[in-house]
């Protein structure tokens, strides 16, 4: 915030430039406003102390502990607003940042994972469970798939929740370039839920990553994203991915999937998977299974690929969730045919177990990069794309809404 003050003043005076929040917030939800405008007095604050003010009136010191000293609460990533000098008119016990979870919220019980913390299932609302917001793949050769400026995500989430996104999943796992940093730094001024990714990608990334490492070591840095946090920093991972290529899986990719059920066990939290192609998805069902995880934990991705209906008929009976999430991707098939496959398969009583979500991993997906359909497609046009092929307002609810809440949950064992 203080570097476009700065700008502004090249060429307004000092005493001419007011700060304020352009039209106001009344499409913002309150914890969201509460962050602008705390980073309003801040960055105000700042340049008054560049420009030497010294009375009350020019400025009060801002109170920089509440921004650069926010407390990761112990155990549960959530954070405190510790305000140790002024109250910028502010009534005893409130915070322009509450907590983001109630300090009674005891881990035991069924909660999604976000990287700000734990919250409520059904506080997810409106939900894209398969995105990427930062990634840096080291091993392609292709621009387009580096998701690199927070600036852009962040961006790209404000638009969405203008048409009533809520919450996000980041299936980036280390091996395919998480920058944590960057993404805690979206996480944290996004107005959107953001959960985030362990686990491994197909052999390709997890190679060069894993090695010959054992399943339970592979395992191992899993649950320690878990439960302690992401390379030190206490943002915890809240969702388990592992992959396969296309027609085999690779003897990495059997160590991941061991890996993941693993983690699974010791965490409670889901397993998400890529499938090439929506290929091996019965055989990923199958190696989980055999390796105790119930199937309902389970989601299969990329299964829009193939829209062969008894296929896909033939996953869903095992008990797993399927992801329709390359919508927008014409040159795979059409959002239509999609939309008619989902009615389908609604039809024939899998409507629980139907998530729908975009995967744009590629800057030329992206409104923020200059390129597009963005995610406001996928909030905004995809749903009427949806009644249009026949399904109702409450059947998509339940795809964008209820399916995810009961899908990202994690249940720790025993509980």
Request: aromatic letters at 6%; hydrophobic letters at 40%.
């Amino acid at each position: 915030m203080a570097n476009p003050i700065r700008t502004a003043l090249k060429f307004v005076d000092p005493e001419n430039l007011w700060i304020v929040p352009d039209c106001g917030f009344s499409q913002t939800a309150r914890w969201a406003a509460k962050r602008k405008l705390t980073a309003m007095v801040l960055g105000a604050g700042i340049v008054r102390n560049e420009l030497g003010a010294t009375n009350t009136m020019e400025m009060q010191t801002p109170c920089v502990p509440s921004s650069g000293r926010r407390k990761r609460m112990e155990g549960t990533g959530a954070y405190d607003m510790i305000d140790e000098t002024h109250d910028f008119g502010l009534d005893g016990g409130e915070a322009y940042e509450p907590p983001e979870i109630d300090e009674d919220f005891v881990l035991s019980q069924p909660h999604v994972m976000t990287a700000l913390g734990p919250i409520e299932p059904s506080a997810l609302g409106f939900t894209l469970h398969h995105e990427h917001l930062i990634c840096k793949p080291v091993e392609v050769d292709d621009p387009d798939l580096m998701l690199d400026d927070p600036a852009a995500a962040l961006a790209e989430l404000e638009v969405a929740f203008q048409v009533g996104l809520r919450s996000i999943v980041d299936m980036t796992p280390a091996d395919y370039g998480r920058d944590i940093r960057d993404i805690d730094w979206v996480a944290q001024r996004a107005p959107v839920h953001v959960v985030l990714a362990t686990g491994n990608h197909k052999h390709t990334y997890a190679e060069p990553f894993v090695g010959e490492a054992s399943a339970t070591v592979i395992a191992e840095r899993s649950i320690g994203e878990i439960t302690s946090g992401i390379d030190g920093t206490g943002i915890r991972a809240g969702v388990i991915k592992a992959a396969t290529s296309m027609n085999e899986i690779t003897d990495i990719e059997r160590r991941g999937l061991d890996a993941a059920a693993i983690a699974h066990l010791a965490t409670g939290a889901p397993i998400s998977t890529h499938t090439e192609r929506g290929t091996m998805a019965l055989d990923q069902v199958g190696m989980l299974g055999d390796a105790g995880v119930d199937a309902s934990r389970v989601i299969i991705g990329h299964m829009d690929f193939a829209l062969d209906e008894p296929y896909l008929r033939s996953v869903l009976e095992t008990g797993v969730f399927i992801s329709f999430d390359q919508v927008s991707k014409s040159k795979y098939a059409a959002d239509g045919e999609r939309a008619a496959m989902l009615k389908r398969l609604a039809d024939a009583g899998h409507l629980a177990q139907l998530l729908v979500s975009g995967d744009l991993a590629r800057k030329s997906y992206y409104l923020a990069y200059g390129g597009g359909p963005g995610f406001r497609y996928l909030v905004e046009r995809f749903p009427l794309v949806l009644m249009e092929a026949g399904l109702t307002a409450e059947h998509v609810r339940r795809i964008y809404v209820d399916n995810p809440a009961r899908a990202l949950t994690t249940l720790l064992p025993g509980a």
